[in-house]
Structure formats: C-alpha cells, structure tokens
C-alpha cells in the first residue's frame, strides 16, 4: 500500500490532502520494512482526493488525473531529484571507515 501526495515543485512543501491539486507527485510505501519507502518523482500531476469529486469510473477516493508529465518539459532543464545531504554522508562514512582501519 503507498500513501501518495503533493509538492510544490519550488519549495517542497506539502499540498493540502483535500481538493485538487497540481503538483510533484511523490508516495510512500507502507511495505518496506529494511530501507526507506519514500520516494518524489519529476512528474507534475493533478490529484484529486476524493473530498470533492469522485472518478469518472465511480471510484470514490484519491485518483490522479490525465495528462501527467514531466517538469523538465514544462520548465526547461534537468528534472532529477537529488539529496543534499548524500554527498556529505558518503563524505563522512568514508572517513569513519579509514579512522577504524587505522
């Protein structure tokens, strides 16, 4: 089971889970249990939660609407996603293994 939402692409906060909203679609995955289940794509999608409005096929709930695409065609550039904190991670795991090897 995943758990989806919305962000605004600028400042990576969470859109309301109510209405409709356009945003950078991301999920997290309940099923994992040994690495982090979350993950952002680069996709802008409008999603409508099921507060309002229902699905053309009668299905009541979250659904995503047509016409999902990528930011990169919408604003120009690279669209992939990147943490910040990995490199300096990385940085400081690299030397906790060199001190404990010396």
Not at 65 to 71: A, E, L, Q, S
Request: hydrophobic share 30%; proline share 6%; glycine share 16%.
């Amino acid at each position: 089971m995943e758990i989806p939402f919305l962000l605004d692409p600028a400042t990576g906060g969470q859109y309301p889970r109510s209405g409709t909203q356009t945003g950078r679609f991301g999920a997290f995955d309940l099923n994992p249990q040994t690495y982090w289940g979350g993950f952002l794509t680069g996709d802008e999608v409008t999603m409508s939660w099921g507060d309002d409005t229902a699905c053309g096929c009668g299905r009541i709930g979250p659904f995503v609407h047509r016409g999902i695409r990528r930011y990169s065609e919408k604003e120009g550039g690279d669209d992939k996603i990147t943490c910040a904190g990995a490199p300096d991670a990385h940085d400081k795991a690299i030397d906790f293994i060199l001190q404990s090897a010396g």
